[in-house]
């Protein structure tokens, strides 16, 4: 995963609600817009990088898991719900289309599915329209398989710009960042015990810092056996620390 380039204003907390319905738009045109728009409250600014606060808690994390579905989805949803973990899927269009099946497993499940575009793009190259129908698409996607609607937003890369913050609020979908990078994708499939250790030393060593972290980890459609190994531990670890676990929605 590339490094952040932010090109806008970090901003208060957002949330997230689900919406049922049937019609799916075409991507990118004013019904598509009305479609992505009309169950989800009006989000905050600009993007967010700490997990919401939780009544009676000091300190809160956010598990999010990008780019899936993928080969270790089910593995990852087994493990969360073992620990009675809630967690918070960043799902790309294509992805969703390949393995409808997982998705509708996320949905049962009670996580929270947010959208990650419809092919993993940077939105700075794009136009506005192609951002919009990026955006659309991935939208209707998830709706057509899970009939709920995305309101939180994670851009490819965690790369933005104005345009990207417009289009993203016009779709009133809160735009999300991170501020722990697991680096898991860096593994690129392996599972040994130094990937593993890897990706749990740098959740522990740079949440542990902050108060409300927000985790990325990702479940590609290719897998990632060593996010999956090192799951368990991670939340154990911040368990043990007095965090409590929290989607996107808080």
């Not at 609600?17 to 009309?38: E, K, Q």
Request: proline content about 7%; hydrophobic content about 40%; overall charge positive.
């Amino acid at each position: 995963m590339p490094s952040i380039r932010c090109l806008g204003l970090a901003s208060a907390a957002a949330v997230i609600l689900f919406g049922a319905g049937a019609a799916v738009a075409a991507p990118g045109s004013a019904a598509g817009h009305r479609l992505a728009s009309s169950s989800c409250p009006v989000p905050p600014s600009g993007p967010q990088f700490y997990a919401p606060e939780s009544p009676g808690y000091a300190k809160t994390v956010a598990l999010t898991f990008d780019d899936g579905p993928g080969k270790t989805t089910d593995r990852i949803l087994r493990i969360l719900r073992a620990y009675r973990a809630p967690a918070t899927f960043f799902n790309i269009g294509q992805n969703m289309a390949a393995r409808p099946g997982l998705l509708r497993k996320e949905a049962r499940y009670g996580f929270v599915l947010g959208n990650h575009t419809w092919s993993h793009q940077d939105l700075t190259q794009l136009t506005r329209r192609q951002q919009a129908a990026q955006i659309d698409e991935a939208t209707a996607e998830q709706r057509s398989i899970t009939g709920t609607t995305p309101c939180v937003f994670r851009p490819p890369y965690g790369s933005y710009n104005a345009t990207t913050l417009s289009v993203a609020r016009d779709h009133r979908l809160a735009v999300w960042l991170w501020s722990v990078d697991t680096e898991d994708w860096k593994a690129d499939g392996s599972a040994s015990a130094y990937w593993v250790h890897r990706i749990i030393r740098l959740a522990e060593s740079e949440g542990i810092d902050l108060q409300h972290p927000v985790i990325i980890m990702h479940n590609q459609p290719a897998g990632n056996p060593a996010t999956a190994l090192a799951l368990p531990t991670i939340i154990r670890f911040f368990r043990r620390h007095h965090y409590r676990l929290v989607t996107l929605t808080g």
